[in-house]
């Protein structure tokens, strides 16, 4: 089996961009005649933008500073596939600025909906205006820098380095990283050196797992979830680059996670029986549960973690605090958090990437925005740095 199943002979550059049929391309390189005059009529419709009351509304409200120099920042190494990760950045920023501005959805609807020339149901909660208020500052930031000789010649040097065709590093198959899937890109969190497409994933049997699950928690040095996989962006974000190739190798061999729920029914109980899971911890429904040094019980390892170093660090912490009620948010009056420390909430976000579980983050973070909680959020990246991602907790 591929190690991603997609068509490889649809997704060329530039369909391999999915704002590509709207024509927003940010360089004329490859591009044929017609989706060069897409591309210049996507450009002139969003400097007709700078000059709607929608544009005013999210600048004075949303934008930041340091928001171009995280989009210069971003061009280099991801290149035509930027907006995705722009997005990832400043996401929870834009979520909590809306629950402390005084203004409904109609309001905001109509100024989407004048800015863009259609009456149009453009969003219905506060996770999609947040998509689209970003959205519209990454398009504004381009059109400001897309002239500018620096970034076009840095966007068009990663251009054509990257649609060189060149080996892949697992299959020795040759591929155009720019004909990536942008879902496949991003998901891989910007893996230059697999075509997705490597015949690698074995079907072993359930004695030889005994020895490829343990070796391929090994390869990753942590515990992954029931959901990780080669372009699952909460998994592949936690890898350092030069991982990739040994992770996804045991990855194969071990036959993927799928593979391994259909040989023991769970990926948890997979892990558990070859004795892949440190001692002291359990599989269960939900996943792993393992107690830390205070005795708090954990869903995960990644949660004992951050609950251990709660504890290192003298930090008194309750755990799964309840969030105040809210009819839209929370009508039951019992959604939970992680933590609680000092009237902060910490919430640990360990599945980002997932949609539906992404939707539910966006609830929390809103629901902690209204109810005037200050929220710590924790994602996978952050567990090699929480002394700097919890050290407002140290000085408060």
């Given at each position: 089996m591929l190690l991603v199943q997609f068509d490889s002979n649809y997704y060329k550059y530039p369909i391999s961009i999915s704002r590509g049929y709207w024509g927003r391309y940010l360089i004329e390189s490859g591009l044929s005649k017609s989706e060069i005059e897409s591309r210049s009529q996507w450009l002139t419709t969003v400097a007709s933008y700078t000059n709607t009351e929608l544009h005013r509304f999210v600048n004075d409200n949303f934008t930041n500073p340091s928001d171009i120099?995280?989009?210069?920042?971003?061009?280099?190494?991801?290149?035509?596939?930027?907006?995705?990760?722009?997005?990832?950045?400043?996401?929870?920023?834009v979520l909590r600025k809306l629950t402390s501005i005084n203004i409904d959805f109609l309001q905001l609807q109509?100024?989407?909906?004048?800015?863009?020339?259609?009456?149009s149901n453009v969003f219905n909660n506060n996770s999609m205006a947040a998509f689209w208020i970003v959205d519209h500052i990454f398009q504004q930031l381009l059109l400001g820098i897309l002239s500018e000789t620096t970034i076009h010649s840095s966007i068009t040097s990663w251009f054509d380095d990257f649609s060189r065709p060149r080996r892949c590093s697992l299959c020795n198959n040759k591929f155009r990283v720019i004909d990536l899937p942008d879902w496949i890109y991003y998901g891989s969190n910007g893996c230059k050196t697999c075509c997705f497409q490597c015949p690698i994933i074995d079907s072993p049997k359930k004695d030889e797992l005994a020895s490829l699950i343990p070796a391929f928690v090994r390869s990753c040095d942590f515990i992954p979830n029931s959901d990780a996989g080669p372009i699952n962006y909460s998994?592949?974000?936690r890898l350092p680059a030069d991982k990739w190739n040994e992770v996804f190798i045991s990855y194969g061999k071990m036959g993927g996670v799928e593979h391994v729920k259909a040989k023991y029914k769970?990926?948890?109980?997979?892990l558990a029986e070859t004795g892949a899971l440190p001692n002291g911890v359990l599989a269960t429904a939900r996943g792993v549960r393992c107690l830390a040094k205070d005795g708090h019980v954990c869903h995960s390892l990644d949660e004992q973690r951050i609950d251990n170093w709660l504890n290192n660090h003298n930090l008194k912490h309750e755990r799964e605090p309840i969030y105040p009620s809210h009819p839209?948010?929370?009508?039951?009056?019992?959604?939970?958090?992680?933590?609680?420390?000092?009237?902060?909430?910490?919430?640990y976000f360990g599945l980002v990437g997932d949609k539906d579980y992404e939707r539910k983050m966006d609830e929390k973070i809103l629901l902690a925005g209204y109810s005037k909680i200050n929220l710590i959020a924790i994602y996978p990246t952050d567990l090699d740095a929480l002394d700097i991602r919890l050290q407002s907790l140290l000085t408060s």
């Open positions: 120099k995280l989009l210069i920042s971003l061009i280099p190494q991801h290149g035509i596939y930027v907006e995705k990760f722009f997005h990832r950045n400043i996401r929870l920023r109509k100024l989407f909906s004048i800015a863009y020339g259609y009456n998994f592949t974000s769970s990926w948890f109980k997979g839209d948010l929370n009508p039951t009056g019992r959604r939970k958090g992680d933590w609680k420390v000092n009237g902060t909430f910490i919430e």
